[in-house]
């Protein structure tokens, strides 16, 4: 059901047919046609020129395009025949040679973030264009042959309002008035690059330069763009910072000098991911431009993504996957080099957390829950057509993937792993590759047989679990000791696992490592001889360091000693590993929720990785509300919000973690007591000593209010108006999807199921629809997703041509999850059972089916 799809072998059999050389694309951003008359609706559509160079065989292909109108079409100085146009493909007949395509066409501005995204900011009506191309929307903006192997040289010329900045992949350039009001930007030609990662971007940025000075005395010239709106709030010099940090990492490691010519970091509304690595023009989500208040974790979330996104222009821009089969490791890659610089930046410039730390306390608990779906895939998986590669920008393209990475450092050693890298970069510039291009280089490099890796790692699904298993005598003292390791009978793969185990001992009552071994383990039972003869610690820790990939489970003294002292565990990423074992056993219903809600309110006040405090508060929220017998679920909720009260009141005024708590405090309160504390907080009658009361945490603030009904219209008008911003306009229209107020539930689900809603709008309306202890005005709207999901998987009315972003929200994030009993999930199998639905549509449902099943398996045990 993926609109204008294109499959796995349509596009080799193209590789076979064509050469790409270049293309010179010109786009018109004045609201005319060619013939310089005006579009129709210029506020809608634009027009675009594109010139294609290229050789072939003697055969017949396409080009894609996706236009509204093709108003002129040549091949080789030829008029391509109208009928050769579908709306999605322009049928090419093509002799043996070189060939030049030219067409001009009459293109459409997203509104989903798909293709060429136009924004209006509501602030002071500035207009604001950014690309997202990402897997296959150039087609959007230009005529293409539209995959990664076909890679080409890109020449750019932008006609815009001359008050404009114009950026793309080369570097920028100065203007050339055409008329009165308009310009032209002629950009340089790029490298030979993939259509996906090209870009343009235009409107009236605030923009900000800077310069980074090689070790050779060379420079990349830097800038920053963001929105007039959020000029005042952007802090440019950390963010430079980073990307210096960045360069002088990657390009010492990688051996090869960033291969282009500038590097633009714009910063984008509406964006759908955090983003977009398009070659020296990288795209970011204008959330990372923080206005109000933010704790460490935020920053450092956002660093992350600058060097995820830098990582990219050697593996990804440089060297490109040949095909979508290659996407994991495109993604693992820079998640895996992400952290890896963060480590190195951290190692010489300052003690900020962990970076594996906060890897594990979020990155991975993604993957794990991820790779325990009935959806789940192996990293490597079968992209055979661009709706597969949509679905698979997931937990385990990214972040088991990463993990995998890790794991195979951990096999090889980081040296050896680095050494090969830098070779396969060598070899294959400007090139597209598979996986067993970049495996060979690490073989050559390590001297290691790595077949095993792709085998047990990349092309088999599901997580292993491992468990200690031993023999000790009166004093604790182990004669026998070895490694357990077991699989879901449907994912049964025993993979080989390089692992620590870490012996830690309270000493002048700190939990501290005091003594670590490293090994092979493989199969289902391994020896591990050098631990006998040793005393048996306060707790072991399995994949001390977290060097693999595993769930793990602690014996009962382990689990004991965590639980009592989780609060004096002395390092970051143990506490990571702790964390994620126990949040394992809750979820796998081996732990109760209200022991793990307790040990998260002993830990998280002391708990130095924000990002870990943040997870720990938002899981212990889950267990509540969905692991804790429904019975229960009330006075659990009561006592956890009676806890952060007390956390509250002990958190150091102004700090990260009052801040964090606060955000918590105000999504745990059910009642008018609650309210009364809240509104006393937005009011700035009764706000903790230090807590600023800043616009985000208004709207965090009104939005809670608003769920319990202790506020509606008239407040979240007043604040609307008070913050008259785009993301003002996009909190305002989730706080009223929140309210408990039936006319107001029934606007959110018509804005998100039967209008043209904009994509972050839709996704605030999305996720704050359903919420708990609202079941009378939400029962209706059960059945009413059963029907939305029918008509998505139908393609009826507008679901036909939605965009995949749009669909994704509503099947996932509109699933009625406070009211899946046992009675809807019958309900909602006869439902799937009785329907032929795509894969796609089957798979979304299907996840948020299986989170509402381990939900009541945990409640019934």
């Not at 900045?165 to 308009?182: C, I, K």
């Not at 000029?231 to 430079?240: M, N, P, S």
């Not at 501290?512 to 383990?521: A, L, N, P």
């Not at 700090?655 to 745990?668: M, T, V």
Request: proline content about 3%; aromatic content about 10%.
């Amino acid at each position: 059901m993926f609109r204008a799809n294109i499959t796995r072998d349509e596009a080799n059999a193209r590789s076979a047919q064509l050469r790409v050389e270049s293309y010179e694309v010109v786009v018109d951003l004045t609201g005319r046609r060619p013939d310089g008359t005006p579009l129709a609706d210029g506020a809608a559509t634009f027009t675009s020129t594109t010139t294609v160079r290229f050789g072939s065989i003697a055969c017949v292909t396409n080009a894609n395009l996706i236009a509204d109108e093709l108003i002129a079409a040549t091949l080789d100085g030829e008029p391509v025949p109208a009928e050769a146009f579908d709306g999605e493909h322009l049928t090419l007949e093509l002799s043996e040679g070189d060939h030049v395509l030219e067409t001009t066409s009459v293109m459409r501005y997203s509104r989903t973030g798909e293709g060429l995204h136009r924004f209006v900011d509501p602030t002071d009506d500035r207009v604001y264009l950014y690309s997202q191309f990402e897997v296959a929307d150039a087609r959007r903006m230009f005529a293409t042959f539209e995959q990664p192997d076909l890679k080409a040289t890109f020449q750019f010329t932008v006609l815009a309002p001359q008050e404009w900045t114009v950026l793309s992949n080369s570097p920028a350039v100065e203007p050339a008035a055409v008329d009165d009001r308009f310009a032209r930007w002629e950009f340089a030609p790029t490298a030979r690059i993939s259509t996906y990662i090209t870009a343009v971007c235009a409107g009236e940025f605030h923009s900000v330069t800077d310069v980074h000075t090689r070790a050779d005395g060379s420079e990349i010239p830097l800038s920053i763009h963001v929105r007039q709106s959020l000029a005042d709030h952007l802090d440019a010099a950390r963010i430079f910072e980073t990307t210096k940090r960045g360069f002088d990492v990657f390009e010492h490691h990688f051996g090869r000098p960033y291969p282009f010519e500038d590097y633009a970091q714009v910063f984008v509304p509406e964006f759908n991911f955090g983003a977009m690595e398009n070659a020296g023009c990288v795209t970011f989500r204008d959330e990372y431009i923080f206005r109000s208040r933010q704790t460490v974790a935020a920053y450092e979330g956002r660093d992350n993504t600058i060097l995820h996104e830098m990582a990219h222009m050697w593996f990804g821009d440089l060297v490109t996957m040949t095909w979508w089969d290659d996407l994991w490791l495109n993604e693992s890659f820079a998640e895996w080099a992400s952290h890896f610089a963060q480590e190195e930046i951290r190692a010489q410039f300052d003690d900020r957390a962990n970076p594996w730390a906060t890897f594990c306390n979020s990155r991975k608990t993604w993957a794990y829950r991820q790779d325990q779906l009935p959806s789940t895939h192996p990293i490597a998986a079968d992209m055979y057509d661009l709706e597969a590669v949509e679905l698979n920008f997931d937990g385990i393209t990214y972040a088991k993937g990463a993990s995998a990475l890790r794991q195979l450092v951990a096999f090889v050693g980081k040296d050896d792993f680095l050494a090969g890298v830098r070779s396969y970069f060598a070899e294959h510039a400007w090139g597209n590759t598979q996986l067993d291009d970049l495996l060979h280089h690490l073989q050559v490099a390590s001297g290691r047989d790595l077949s095993f890796f792709t085998t047990q790692w990349l092309q088999t699904a599901g997580v292993n679990t491992l468990a200690a298993d031993w023999d000790a005598d009166a004093e604790g003292v182990f004669s026998r000791f070895g490694i357990r390791q077991w699989a879901h009978a449907d994912w049964p793969t025993l993979r080989r696992h390089r692992v620590a185990v870490g012996f830690y001992n309270v000493v002048d009552g700190v939990l501290t490592r005091t003594q670590r071994f490293e090994f092979d383990i493989d199969g289902e039972y391994t020896d591990v001889p050098e631990v006998v003869g040793q005393t048996r610690p306060d707790l072991m820790l399995l994949n001390d360091d977290d060097l693999t990939y595993a769930k793990i489970r602690l014996d009962a003294r382990s689990l004991s000693t965590l639980v009592d002292n989780i609060h004096v565990l002395d390092d970051e990423l143990a506490r990571a590993l702790a964390w994620g074992a126990t949040w394992d056993l809750t979820r796998d219903g081996e732990m109760a929720a209200a022991d793990y809600v307790e040990l998260v309110l002993r830990g998280v006040g002391v708990e130095t990785d924000l990002t870990a405090v943040n997870a720990l508060l938002l899981q212990a929220r889950t267990a509540i509300d969905y692991y804790a017998p429904r019975a229960d679920r009330r006075a659990l909720a009561d006592r956890f919000t009676g806890g952060l009260a007390r956390l509250l009141k002990e958190a150091e005024p102004g700090s990260d973690h009052q801040l964090s708590i606060a955000r918590a405090l105000a999504l745990s309160i059910n009642d008018a007591d609650g309210a009364a504390v809240l509104s006393a907080w937005l009011d700035g009658t009764e706000a903790p000593e230090g807590l600023a009361i800043d616009t985000d945490l208004r709207w965090r603030l009104l939005t809670e209010l608003a769920r319990v009904g202790a506020a509606g219209e008239a407040e979240i008008a007043a604040e609307a108006e008070r913050d008259r911003t785009a993301t003002g306009a996009e909190k305002a229209a989730g706080a009223r999807a929140a309210s408990k107020d039936a006319a107001a539930k029934a606007e959110a689900w018509a804005a998100a199921t039967e209008r043209d809603t904009p994509n972050e709008t839709h996704f605030q309306i999305c996720s704050q629809f359903w919420q708990l202890d609202q079941d009378e005005v939400l029962a209706p709207y059960a059945d009413l997703y059963l029907d939305v999901v029918d008509a998505i998987g139908s393609g009826r009315g507008t679901w036909a041509t939605a965009s995949t972003t749009i669909r994704q929200h509503v099947l996932g994030l509109m699933f009625p999850r406070p009211l899946a009993d046992r009675a809807f999930i019958a309900k909602l199998d006869g439902f799937l059972e009785g329907r032929q639905l795509p894969d796609s549509v089957r798979r979304l449902v299907g996840e948020r089916r299986d989170d509402a099943v381990r939900a009541l398996n945990n409640q019934e045990r």
